[in-house]
């Protein structure tokens, strides 16, 4: 519990306040009148903020009283209390609870003696996590019995965060994961708490070592944790799970729109060891009508896996290689680490050196760890000037073709274990260390990344990472790591995507198939039925296992994948529209189906079914074996994708599911988008447009642009609005016109 003390005195000055207590300071800054910054500087005066650029607040009428020794700040949206030692009561306006600190403390339900806990170690078991220990910064609140928990990005486990913990500390970690790993590759500190009757938000932007436990230790509450710096809490006051989404991305970020293509189907693997593998795969892809818009290049690529640089021996000329499978529609996406191999004849070794670039031990020499070259640098991407760097080195890449980067290792992942704490770092000018700027790792990297691409050529660019923070949206796509060919983790998959939705990554995948182990075909399958509607769509695996091409199965296998495969093409343009809406809702394009329902307690843990966007709900089979599945269907009236069927929603239904089907349902009314299907996206210019009219009252903002620059941003794009009324008669409007329209518009009406 904080020992600030009493408050002794408050200042108000415009939209923030600054309150004296006996040992402590707080500031509270309303941001808008839904989002409110509670900030304590225990390490630092200011503000550290990684996620957030500038100064987001806007003018909000807000009041700031004393009553009795407390202080109540009051917008129009929320009312916040603030008591001795920082206890914190925020409710509606109308005195409608939202959150309110623990007062009696930490107690571990079923805590052991320490001769209890002498006699687990020596059987081996780990001690550490039993017992209660307070954090530097700590803030504990009190857990209700309708709480539940979402976002924290694609940590394991299911969709809904109570009664598990988690740890903020991006980690290589290359077991096979389970449903209590604490940490994987990504700190996302935001939270979303779905109430009884209402819902709230808290992102905690601290970029330290941190830790949440959502009513594990104890149900009676659950506690934000952190090893070192501030308490810098965004509380987020929506009305709606749509709202919090939304106040979350206006703080930290949404994508832009991406280029068309990255839509697309991706084929990679670890390893295609030579160019007459790329050729291979490649004509596979064209030969057997299996669209494809991209292959991948790991980290054979390089000389000695030196990044920047290409393996003439194994893939020929630079360029080449690129060019050839570029005249059969493939774009190109290299991986580059940010381990740069120690070699004094290596460009990036000694402009590195010469300039002071990488991180150094506390004695001011060059710090040095083992990953793929062998002896490594590690470039200190919180300063600009590296980063400016590092973008530039890019030019390499631009110049041979490459379309696109797989950022990866940079959580910063190292062979010989963590990188000490003391590991001397900057951010920006200020000398720091590895404890402050671990979990802002690889965002900085992406950052560096996306910002060398976008001056280097005019395209959106194209960065895929590994690691990353709150904010890393606005750079790079990720991907959930080094999963496995498990069924459990086909089944993780829907919640981790989901939850990454939520926490602002609209733009997220998983291996499919598994990157580690052995695939079946039956797993493959499945795993394709989910991965086509998810946004990075991106077979990968690695060395040592078996290969998980489509055609590596059988005719069947082969032709169920290609249905998916092109059924995900034929969606490009509802996938593009979200993306759009995403930029100016916060939204996401998968979507748990509490995001859409929240008020039905049936999809509150609901962990096998999506939607995408708000029209399609996808139930994919996820059990070995199984050909029936129970999908649950909310209010509302429902078509099954596949039979036309209409179906009455608010029930569970049983479908048959063979493995050539993934139960699809859209919703009456919908006006569902499509391009006729084709074998890369740009085969030729799209100049028609298919439109599925669902029965029933419907609308829809289509977007239209041409999917690979930023002209858009000045205007070159066109924006529809289809109307209808159940009788197939459709109505057009042009909300604006800034690019050639379509010649056609085909209208297929689904009674």
């Known amino acids: 519990?904080?020992?600030?003390?009493?408050?002794?005195?408050?200042?108000?000055?415009?939209?923030?306040?600054?309150?004296?207590?006996?040992?402590?300071?707080?500031?509270?800054?309303?941001?808008?009148?839904?989002?409110?910054?509670?900030?304590?500087?225990?390490?630092?005066?200011?503000?550290?903020?990684?996620?957030?650029?500038?100064?987001?607040?806007?003018?909000?009428?807000?009041?700031?009283?004393?009553?009795?020794?407390?202080?109540?700040?009051?917008?129009?949206?929320?009312?916040?209390?603030?008591?001795?030692?920082?206890?914190?009561?925020?409710?509606?306006?109308?005195?409608?609870?939202?959150?309110?600190?623990?007062?009696?403390?930490?107690?571990?339900?079923?805590?052991?003696?320490?001769?209890?806990?002498?006699?687990?170690?020596?059987?081996?078991?780990?001690?550490?996590?039993?017992?209660?220990?307070?954090?530097?910064?700590?803030?504990?609140?009190?857990?209700?019995?309708?709480?539940?928990?979402?976002?924290?990005?694609?940590k394991t486990g299911f969709l809904n965060k109570k009664n598990y913990e988690y740890e903020n500390w991006n980690s290589d970690i290359p077991q096979a994961h389970n449903e209590d790993y604490h940490a994987l590759y990504k700190s996302i500190p935001v939270l979303f708490c779905k109430k009884k009757n209402d819902v709230y938000g808290m992102f905690f932007d601290n970029t330290f070592h941190s830790y949440l436990n959502l009513g594990k230790e104890n149900p009676e509450y659950y506690f934000y944790g952190a090893d070192d710096g501030n308490l810098d809490?965004?509380?987020?006051?929506?009305?709606?799970?749509?709202?919090?989404?939304?106040?979350?991305?206006?703080?930290?970020?949404?994508?832009?729109?991406p280029q068309r293509w990255t839509l697309g189907y991706q084929q990679s693997r670890w390893g295609y060891q030579c160019a007459e593998d790329i050729r291979d795969v490649a004509e596979h892809f064209r030969d057997l009508d299996i669209p494809c818009d991209a292959i991948h290049f790991d980290i054979d690529y390089m000389d000695g896996y030196r990044v920047f640089t290409w393996n003439d021996a194994k893939y020929g000329k630079p360029g080449d290689l690129i060019a050839e499978i570029k005249k059969q529609g493939f774009k190109t996406v290299t991986i580059i680490d940010p381990g740069t191999k120690v070699d004094p004849d290596y460009f990036m070794c000694k402009e590195g050196e010469e300039n002071g670039y990488f991180a150094t031990d506390t004695q001011g020499t060059t710090y040095v760890n083992e990953v793929w070259p062998g002896d490594a640098n590690y470039p200190d991407f919180g300063r600009r000037k590296v980063r400016d760097w590092w973008g530039k080195h890019h030019k390499f890449l631009v110049d041979i073709g490459v379309d696109g980067v797989w950022n990866d290792m940079n959580e910063p992942a190292s062979f010989n274990g963590p990188l000490p704490d003391d590991v001397v770092f900057t951010e920006e000018d200020e000398i720091t260390n590895h404890k402050w700027m671990h979990n802002v790792y690889g965002h900085n990297m992406s950052k560096a990344t996306y910002q060398g691409l976008r001056r280097l050529s005019d395209k959106r660019p194209f960065v895929i990472t590994r690691a990353c923070y709150s904010g890393t949206q606005k750079y790079a796509t990720v991907w959930t790591g080094d999963n496995n060919s498990l069924w459990t983790h086909l089944r993780m998959a829907i919640p981790q995507l989901c939850n990454l939705g939520m926490s602002g990554y609209p733009f997220a995948g998983t291996d499919i198939g598994g990157f580690g182990s052995d695939t079946t075909g039956e797993l493959l399958v499945r795993w394709y039925q989910v991965g086509c509607f998810s946004t990075l769509f991106r077979n990968h695996s690695a060395m040592g296992t078996r290969r998980q091409e489509p055609w590596l199965f059988g005719k069947e296998?082969?032709?169920?994948?290609?249905?998916?495969?092109?059924?995900?093409?034929?969606?490009?343009?509802?996938?593009?529209?979200?993306?759009?809406?995403?930029?100016?809702?916060?939204?996401?394009?998968?979507?748990?189906?509490?995001?859409?329902?929240?008020?039905?307690?049936?999809?509150?843990?609901?962990?096998?079914?999506?939607?995408?966007?708000?029209?399609?709900?996808?139930?994919?089979?996820?059990?070995?074996?199984?050909?029936?599945?129970?999908?649950?269907?909310?209010?509302?009236e429902w078509v099954d994708y596949w039979t036309k069927e209409h179906i009455a929603g608010g029930q569970y239904i049983i479908r048959d599911a063979p493995l050539d089907t993934c139960p699809i349902y859209v919703k009456a009314g919908t006006i569902l988008p499509k391009y006729p299907v084709e074998a890369y996206i740009g085969t030729k210019e799209q100049k028609k447009l298919i439109l599925e009219v669902y029965a029933g009252d419907g609308e829809y903002g289509h977007y239209q642009d041409d999917g690979l620059d930023f002209a858009y941003e000045q205007g070159a794009y066109n924006l529809y609005r289809f109307s209808h009324t159940g009788n197939g008669e459709l109505k057009e409007k042009l909300l604006h016109e800034g690019y050639p329209k379509y010649e056609e518009i085909e209208i297929k009406y689904i009674p």
Request: charged residues 30%.
């Open 557 to 636: 296998k082969l032709d169920i994948i290609r249905k998916y495969v092109e059924l995900r093409y034929e969606l490009i343009p509802y996938f593009y529209d979200l993306f759009h809406e995403h930029l100016s809702t916060g939204l996401p394009v998968m979507r748990p189906l509490v995001l859409e329902y929240e008020k039905d307690i049936n999809t509150h843990n609901m962990n096998d079914e999506f939607m995408i966007g708000s029209q399609l709900l996808a139930a994919p089979v996820v059990e070995q074996g199984a050909t029936k599945r129970m999908v649950y269907l909310p209010a509302g």
């Open 1 to 154: 519990m904080s020992t600030a003390g009493k408050i002794m005195s408050f200042r108000q000055d415009g939209n923030e306040i600054c309150v004296k207590y006996e040992q402590q300071k707080l500031v509270v800054k309303v941001i808008r009148d839904d989002i409110v910054n509670i900030f304590v500087p225990y390490r630092t005066k200011e503000h550290y903020s990684k996620a957030i650029d500038g100064d987001k607040a806007v003018a909000k009428e807000l009041t700031a009283e004393q009553k009795g020794e407390d202080l109540v700040i009051a917008t129009d949206k929320i009312r916040m209390q603030f008591g001795e030692n920082l206890e914190m009561v925020i409710t509606r306006p109308d005195g409608t609870p939202l959150v309110r600190t623990h007062r009696q403390g930490r107690s571990v339900c079923g805590e052991v003696s320490e001769q209890m806990k002498q006699i687990l170690e020596s059987e081996g078991h780990d001690t550490s996590n039993l017992g209660a220990h307070d954090y530097p910064v700590q803030m504990m609140f009190d857990l209700d019995e309708g709480d539940d928990f979402y976002g924290l990005g694609d």
């Open 233 to 257: 809490l965004y509380f987020l006051g929506g009305e709606k799970l749509t709202d919090l989404i939304e106040e979350y991305t206006y703080l930290t970020g949404r994508t832009p729109l």
